[in-house]
């Protein structure tokens, strides 16, 4: 699976969109973009995934350029249990979710 | 979202003796289940993937023989790690995905984590 780097932390006020971004230059056409965030001393969470086009749902939206070297997950209010590490990953089929370094967020009042 | 469930959260044991931790899909079933383990202030890093009815493949650098996996049935995979030593402590976490789905392009629900503790 293609590698992704993202940003070790970022800092966004309660209330306003957070904007993640993760590279993932060399992905391939059949690998989806997956993010997930782990909260404290939990297990990961999913909350989006996709392929080429923009997803939306109740927690975030995915936008992805059209290159599909690069996306960004959109927190639209973030609050402060968004504070977690969020991971980027690239997965093709037949692979498995393997977990890079992730994002810190912290969302601050 | 689908529910996956561990036991127990939280388990502190004597060194050389074995701990089994128990991941449960609630309300789906698994063919497959992945195994995971994160150390402190680390990502998490793959173990194992678990198959129902069939032996797990462990990824490269993890013993097999210290860390077994049995997948009877469709919503229980259970990981037993063996004559535990202190640097088995570590936060255990299983995945799965469901059963109609494809377990590697759909998307993963994780359980709660089992943190292990060896003294």
């Known amino acids: 699976d293609a590698k992704t780097t993202q940003p070790p932390s970022m800092d966004c006020a309660e209330g306003r969109a957070a904007n993640l971004p993760c590279n993932h230059s060399?992905?391939?056409?059949?690998?989806?973009v997956y993010w997930y965030r782990q909260i404290h001393s939990q297990g990961p969470q999913y909350i989006i995934h996709?392929?080429?086009n923009n997803e939306t749902n109740e927690m975030a939206s995915l936008i992805i350029t059209e290159d599909r070297k690069s996306s960004t997950l959109i927190l639209p209010h973030a609050t402060l249990r968004d504070t977690a590490v969020y991971y980027c990953?690239?997965?093709?089929?037949?692979?498995?979710?393997?977990f890079g370094a992730g994002t810190i967020l912290r969302v601050k009042s | 979202g689908a529910v996956v469930s561990q036991h127990p959260s939280r388990v502190i044991c004597k060194s050389g003796t074995s701990v089994k931790i128990e991941c449960r899909s609630l309300?789906?079933?698994?063919?497959?289940m992945f195994w995971y383990r994160q150390f402190p202030k680390q990502s998490l890093m793959l173990m194992a993937t678990?198959?129902?009815?069939?032996?797990?493949?462990?990824e490269q650098g993890v013993e097999k023989d210290k860390f077994l996996i049995n997948h009877a049935s469709l919503t229980l995979s259970t990981l037993t790690v063996t004559s535990a030593h202190p640097e088995d402590s570590s936060f255990y976490i299983c995945?799965?995905?469901?059963?109609?789905?494809?377990?590697?392009?759909?998307?993963?629900?994780f359980g709660e984590g089992s943190r292990l503790t060896v003294l």
């Open positions: 990953i690239a997965r093709g089929y037949g692979n498995k979710l393997v």
């Open positions: 996709g392929l080429k």
């Open positions: 060399t992905i391939s056409g059949n690998e989806y």
């Open positions: 309300d789906f079933q698994a063919t497959t």
């Open positions: 995945s799965a995905s469901p059963f109609r789905l494809d377990p590697y392009t759909g998307e993963l629900f």
């Open positions: 678990s198959n129902e009815g069939s032996k797990a493949t462990y």
